[in-house]
């Protein structure tokens, strides 16, 4: 009975400890173990209470892109910020090689100045040769604007050599012609566009001409010409009277990677052709390359300052080249143009423009006589690399045709 009366005793008192035990682990919360004495920098950043100062810390690790969380489409669409559009620059152009560029552009100028040749061609395969029919040879060198001094001359050397060719086969005529018109041409004059300086500065060219012969198109062509020979071209735009003409130059600049020098519209052309050269030199280019305005042949104070240019652009290095523009179209009109512009500066040069659009070629040989001065350059078309260098045996041949 005793022991029963003990086990009894002994299990209250054992459920009572568990119990005991099983009410204090509910009551009672673990404490937090003591903070190290030490920093411990391997651990991470405690996250800032209420109160705290929130500040990004600066020498936290960087989460890589794997790390971060991309959103899962609940909190909206995601805006993505489109980047700024790239502004390009112009696709720089290649100009074709001038060598050989009249002969490959014959056929566009025989289809304007074949006339002239089959004139005369026609007239010297007659029969008989009368008087009459010189006159007409004479009237048709005229109206191609030969000039009366160059045609004279030509139509005596016919004669002669008519008479002692005696018969007169249409090769031979062909080739007796073209002797003849070759030798009014001046073959042995020097073409060569002078772009090539004697001093340390680059080669100086002025181009020069009245107000719609295509002036400023014709130094933009150039450039593209000196370009294709491997030159490093600065153009000077000191046309600053006629409205859009430094935007014009510039473009044509542009699309052959030539800068361009420009001032205010209506500033000083002389101011601006000195900056150009300045620039030039300072740059180390090959050629600078100088459009001066187109004033009118009779506007007297106009013509002062284009040679106020010319000495203004001097005092960094002489000019190597002035070329004056002439519209092939203007005939005899030109030649007027010509002599006024060579009395106000030292022309070297002449480029004819248009000469694709006439059938009064002669005024190569006409201006050529009149101011002593080659013709270097010639426009057969309105096409970028349509300005050639002049050949007289490739021009003849277009003439006289096949």
């Not at 005939?331 to 004819?352: C, H, K, P, S």
Request: aromatic share 2%; hydrophobic share 40%.
């Amino acid at each position: 009975m005793e022991t029963v009366i003990l086990a009894v005793v002994i299990a209250v008192v054992v459920i009572g400890a568990l119990g005991g035990l099983v009410i204090g682990s509910r009551r009672k919360k673990p404490l937090p173990p003591a903070p190290p004495t030490t920093p411990d920098i391997t651990a991470p950043p405690a996250e800032p209470h209420i109160g705290d100062e929130a500040e990004t810390p600066h020498d936290e690790d960087r989460r890589t892109i794997e790390e971060v969380d991309l959103p899962d489409g609940s909190a909206g669409p995601v805006v993505v910020e489109e980047p700024a559009p790239v502004v390009e620059a112009p696709a720089i152009e290649i100009p074709e090689p001038t060598a050989g560029r009249l002969v490959r552009l014959r056929a566009r100028l025989s289809r304007s100045q074949n006339a002239l040749g089959k004139g005369l061609l026609t007239l010297l395969s007659r029969e008989h040769l009368d008087e009459d029919t010189w006159e007409e040879i004479e009237d048709t060198l005229l109206t191609a604007d030969v000039g009366v001094q160059p045609t004279q001359e030509l139509v005596e050397r016919l004669r002669e050599r008519v008479k002692v060719l005696g018969t007169r086969t249409p090769d031979e005529l062909r080739t007796l012609l073209r002797e003849e018109l070759l030798q009014l041409l001046v073959p042995e004059f020097d073409r060569t566009v002078k772009t090539d300086s004697n001093l340390d500065t680059p080669g100086i060219v002025m181009v020069v001409g009245v107000n719609g012969t295509g002036k400023t198109t014709t130094t933009g062509k150039l450039a593209r010409v000196l370009v294709a020979d491997g030159k490093n071209v600065v153009l000077g735009a000191a046309d600053t009277f006629r409205a859009a003409a430094a935007d014009q130059l510039q473009t044509w600049g542009e699309r052959v990677g030539a800068r361009t020098v420009r001032g205010p519209e209506g500033g000083d052309p002389a101011s601006i052709a000195f900056d150009a050269v300045k620039e030039g030199i300072e740059e180390g280019a090959d050629v600078v390359l100088i459009d001066t305005a187109g004033r009118l042949h009779t506007k007297t104070g106009l013509m002062d300052e284009l040679g106020k240019v010319k000495r203004v652009v001097e005092k960094h290095a002489p000019l190597d080249e002035v070329l004056l523009v002439l519209d092939a179209t203007t005939g005899q009109n030109g030649l007027v143009q010509a002599r006024v512009f060579a009395e106000v500066v030292d022309i070297t040069g002449i480029v004819l423009t248009k000469l694709d659009g006439t059938a009064k070629g002669g005024i190569v040989i006409a201006v050529q006589r009149d101011l002593g001065v080659p013709v270097k350059l010639v426009g057969l078309g309105e096409g970028a690399d349509d300005l050639a260098p002049f050949e007289p045996e490739a021009f003849v041949d277009a003439l006289i045709g096949e």
